[in-house]
């Protein structure tokens, strides 16, 4: 995920190297294309009708990501294949290209894309901005821009990190938003213990190289905690026993609790159990700066560390924030929907021909949380919609959202688990072993395909019998 991308790039195109892209598909059939591989664009790909809809779908990465089974990934808790599915298994039926969607022109129904594929000129420099899951730090303006056109459109190009401006978070931190952060955490963590292992180090220099420290107390920064002290606690203590007493994981926010959506017993739940299993919650602090391998924090000063991941919530993906066309939430900048998804327009019209979803859109009348269960239920209400379209139905039903709670993994096999129904003003709240079983089944319950549903659990029993594998590729 990245921050900075489009708005660079759509100044810098060539006119003359942009060229209209023709499918093969059938023309009879109306031209409908998606923006984004997520929790919201690839739940439309799945269920979209395709053989009446000509369907091309947009997006950087040719895979969905799974982003619950992130932080389980990102320490060998599961393997980085459970957390993915291929686009690519819908293609011929479905046009994909391999690309960000730069610039929309609204009136012409026309998209701006630019591929995010290695081009034959800058074969090395485009090659890292695929791989790279820091996307601002590549240099702009690789590959040649192209053109699609659409009938019916629907944006799911999710939120970027928020980084506050701190300085140096970019440079310095590690995201945790796809799979390939996740590896790259999982790299730097192997490193950490490998470097420490080194026999010309201090003890001082050991320390600092496994401090791990966390920025962000929501269920992401809390989760990743969990499953890093889980491996600390199992692998690393049986195969670096020496290292793991120096090894210390710090969770940083400047709220004045971590878990601030949940329940505040379930919190203080959270809390308790991560004081005694030695995870230091310093809330009320305040980054300011980070550095290589330091930061630098308003109330404790210096703070060198081995790994630092950042997680301190949502920003408008640029793309969005490059649209004048559509109406936007003020706090959120996300693009304002009505109660049937459709965009709103700045003059307060309806775009019949445009939907947005996910973490990139919001409904006027309800603020839903973006999360992973918003984006699914908002997907599979466009896929009932635009299937009925393509059979000259309505389906003019609102969309609701039906809230199946919120869970968060605290490690050790304990989780909480938080739900409250608007409708009936129920209120149910689980902690404990009782909620991780809920945690495991309902994520084991969301995994998508046959083969990721025989490899998640598969991993948790293999890392059960076996522990995790600490190899460093
Ligand atoms: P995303 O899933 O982020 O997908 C956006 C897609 O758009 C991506 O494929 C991206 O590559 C693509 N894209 C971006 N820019 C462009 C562009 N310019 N052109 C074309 N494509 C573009 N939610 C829960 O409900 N439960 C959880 O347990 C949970 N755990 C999470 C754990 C982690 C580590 C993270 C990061 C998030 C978690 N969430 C969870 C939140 C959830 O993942 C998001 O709310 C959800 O992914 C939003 O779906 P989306 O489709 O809007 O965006």
């Known amino acids: 995920m990245s921050l900075l991308r489009s708005s660079v790039r759509c100044s810098s195109y060539p006119t003359h190297v942009v060229r209209m892209f023709s499918s093969s598909a059938s023309r009879s059939k109306q031209r409908l294309v998606i923006l984004g591989s997520g929790w919201g664009g690839y ?7 395709k053989k009446r809809w000509n369907v091309t779908i947009i997006s950087p990465t040719n895979a969905f990501n799974f982003t619950p089974l992130l932080a389980s ?4 808790t599961l393997e980085f294949r459970c957390a993915v599915e291929p686009v690519r298994k819908y293609s011929p039926e479905v046009i994909a290209y391999q690309a960000w969607c730069d610039a929309i022109d609204f009136k012409q129904k026309v998209l ?4 995010a594929t290695p081009s034959l000129s800058s074969e090395r420099s485009s090659a890292r901005l695929v791989e790279s899951s820091k996307p601002w730090t590549q240099s702009s303006g690789v590959g040649t821009p192209f053109t699609v056109r ?6 799911a190009v999710g939120a970027y990190s928020q980084t506050f401006d701190v300085p140096g978070v970019k440079q310095y931190a590690h995201f945790l938003k796809d799979v390939r952060d996740a590896r790259a955490i999982r790299t730097r963590i192997l490193d950490c213990f490998e470097l420490a292992n080194q026999p010309i180090l201090s003890d001082i220099q050991r320390r600092n190289l496994l401090n791990f420290c966390i920025v962000g107390g929501g269920p992401t920064g809390v989760e990743f905690a969990a499953e890093l002290h889980d491996l600390l606690h199992a692998e690393v203590e049986q195969h670096y026993p020496s290292l793991a007493r120096l090894a210390k994981i710090t969770l940083y926010d400047v709220a004045p609790n971590i878990l601030g959506n949940f329940d505040r017993s379930l919190a203080t739940y959270a809390e308790d159990k991560f004081r005694r299993d030695g995870i230091s919650i310093k809330t009320r602090h305040h980054v300011e700066r980070v ?15 081995g790994l630092l991941v950042w997680s301190t919530g949502l920003a408008p993906n640029p793309l969005i924030q490059s649209i004048a066309y559509i109406a936007k939430h003020e706090r959120s900048q996300s693009l304002l929907t009505d109660n049937n998804l459709n965009v709103l327009t700045k003059d307060g019209q309806i775009d019949p021909d445009v939907w947005a979803i996910g973490d990139a859109a919001i409904t006027k009348t309800a603020e839903l949380p973006a999360t992973a269960q918003v984006a699914n239920q ?3 209400y466009m896929v009932k919609k635009l299937n009925k379209i393509v059979k ?5 039903k609102p969309f609701e959202f039906h809230n199946q709670g919120s869970l968060a993994y605290l490690g050790d096999w304990k989780a909480i688990y938080d739900r409250s129904t608007a409708e009936t003003g129920i209120k149910t709240k689980e902690s404990g072993r009782l909620a991780w079983l809920l945690w495991r089944s309902a994520y084991f319950t969301m995994t998508l395909s046959i083969r990721n549903k025989i490899l998640v659990p598969t991993y948790w029993f293999l890392n059960w019998i076996f522990g995790r594998d600490l190899s460093r590729f």
């Open 112 to 115: 701006t894309c630019m591929p």
């Open 150 to 155: 659409y009938d019916k459109l629907v944006i």
């Open 291 to 305: 550095e290589k391998d330091r930061m630098f924090v308003k109330e404790q000063g210096e703070v060198p560390f």
């Open 378 to 380: 908002k997907a599979k």
């Open 392 to 396: 000259d139905q309505e389906h003019t």
């Open 43 to 49: 739940e439309v790909l799945r269920g979209i009708d």
């Open 73 to 76: 990934c990102a320490v060998g």
